[in-house]
């Protein structure tokens, strides 16, 4: 309830920044350019609407953050409106390199445009945020902005290390559960980590407060990452019945599938004969649920989720956004689908 | 004299600073990724050496400017690593957009890895520019090292809105002169106007002073591109005779094509009808100059070089610093190939 009704504050705020921001892009004779990341974003085009655009979890964790630990959440709306420009602008690449024609159900903007125009559209995207995080000067101090700066950067290095872990993976013969951490750590923790940690250091909270709030970002979103592997093998069969949609059809390198050839058993015996058909992947979803895949993934879920929870504890949040970031922190983490 | 003399002492703090930059994108298992960027620098693998190198004129002209305006030129080292940064990281996404093989004799990044993982190592090099543009703080005022990383960010976003011109007028029909100034503006001239102004902004010089290393720069980047225009098409076949290279083979958006197009004449119309051949490129290169193609060029051309020249003399260079930029400046704008 809480939640709601701040969310009903901050993500019009988030949103006002976001398309400032994008509308910005356009240059003399480069209205275009702004489109393209209008698109994405939702705004504009075919499909465009409330289901086309992402939740904004990102800016949301950054403002309430920001409030929870004492600050003016309008003062953490440059590193929110900034943190979720990184998020955007790091999809747009991932389509490309994941070839990837849909999110969300629209074409992606490679596919809309090309390839040419995505990658330029998706670093016009990622320079925006780079200028935006300079804006919160405008609210605090000159310090505390260069720190934010420097903890917005620090995260994207690690998305483009955890990328090329991911990217280098496909041509990798072996692999294991100890090559699952360095990824997911850069690709999903490392952005949650700073939403959090840029929240903190807003509100100018404590050394061991803001190392508390980033350690609960960076468990947030590896149990969150943990559970979507779970889902994307026994949530998809048992919830959706829809096979084809199983990571082992896509082949991903979810934990689950890591730790099946880690044993070196049967599921290892039969991923490395090639692709998992979706006629198939109800059976082999079992053999590597025999194969200890499932408990083993489910303890590593249950382990990050009493770390993201006790961090949370840790660094006392207060007043109704400290209760408003629990019951985000609850409804990321006990989600089913 | 002065410059070279000058040169063999920045220089090598520029590699150093760009080496230790590159250095650290090398995360957990990640190695790989800082080895495709020290490729792209030409520091390792098939190639590497002095001539796979750039010639660091943009770093150069920031720490020139800064030591010309009364500054230390040490304390312009992160900012003219992290132009270098941003100029190479807009090469390896430009190689892929334009579907190069090949850069200064070696294969592009996305040709000896693939499009993926290219365009997550551009990515990587862009955010190690931002990283590195924040050190500026070792040496000058947070103040300063904020302003500084707003111009290089600018700059930046007028490369992508460039970027998306030149890109946009592959399948326009109806080109002319006018859509060739806001492109060259953003791909080329913006860069070199952020680092002038950089350099300035870091010796702390008056708004006056750095307006006018900023139109020096900007000057400069222009009068630079419309002469290397000017060789692109009789440049080639007076000295090299090499008309396979020409321009007007490669289909290059340049100055006097674009020139020509305007006119809607004999040039017009070959144009218009399909690719232009190796064997008729010296023809052409002819109905373009009986145009006034090459008059016209070589106008905006010297009109240019006294703006950047005047541009420099009203910012006052003071030193040895500020004869070696005029040497940079007369090298740049009098070369002949």
């Not at 892009?25 to 275009?32: N, S």
């Not at 390839?115 to 925006?128: E, K, P, Q, R, Y």
């Not at 290390?161 to 692999?175: A, I, V």
Request: hydrophobic content about 40%; aromatic content about 6%; overall charge negative.
């Amino acid at each position: 309830m809480t939640l709601e009704k701040l969310s009903q504050t901050y993500i019009p705020a988030i949103e006002n920044g976001l398309q400032n921001a994008v509308a910005s892009a356009a240059g003399e004779g480069a209205h275009e350019l702004s489109s393209m990341l209008a698109y994405h974003m939702g705004w504009e085009g075919e499909g465009a609407g409330p289901a086309a655009r992402g939740k904004r979890i990102r800016p949301l964790l950054v403002l309430l953050t920001t409030a929870a630990a004492g600050g003016a959440w309008q003062a953490a709306i440059p590193a929110g409106v900034a943190v979720e420009l990184v998020h955007n602008f790091s999809l747009i690449h991932d389509d490309i390199e994941d070839n990837s024609p849909l999110r969300r159900g629209r074409l992606t903007v490679w596919k809309k445009w090309n390839v040419a125009h995505a990658i330029n559209a998706g670093d016009s995207m990622f320079t925006l945020a780079h200028l935006e995080i300079l804006r919160t000067q405008e609210m605090a101090s000159l310090d505390v902005t260069l720190q934010a700066a420097q903890v917005l950067h620090r995260a994207c290095l690690h998305l483009t290390q955890g990328q090329y872990l991911d990217l280098s993976y496909e041509n990798r013969q072996e692999l294991g559960q100890a090559d699952y951490w360095p990824m997911v750590n850069g690709k999903t923790a490392s952005l949650l980590a700073a939403c959090t940690e840029l929240g903190a250091l807003i509100a100018q909270a404590d050394p061991a407060t803001r190392q508390s709030y980033r350690q609960f970002g960076q468990s947030l979103g590896l149990a969150f990452q943990v559970q979507d592997d779970l889902l994307g093998i026994w949530g998809q069969l048992e919830l959706t019945g829809k096979s084809a949609e199983s990571d082992l059809v896509a082949g991903k390198k979810s934990l689950p599938i890591l730790y099946g050839l880690s044993q070196q058993g049967k599921f290892y015996q039969r991923w490395t004969q090639g692709p998992i058909r979706a006629d198939e992947a109800s059976e082999i979803a079992r053999v590597l649920e025999d194969e200890g895949g499932r408990d083993e993934t489910q303890r590593h879920a249950d382990r990050l989720t009493r770390q993201a929870l006790q961090a949370l504890e840790d660094a006392k949040p207060s007043g109704e956004a400290g209760a408003a970031l629990r019951e985000l922190a609850d409804l990321l983490l006990k989600r089913q689908a």
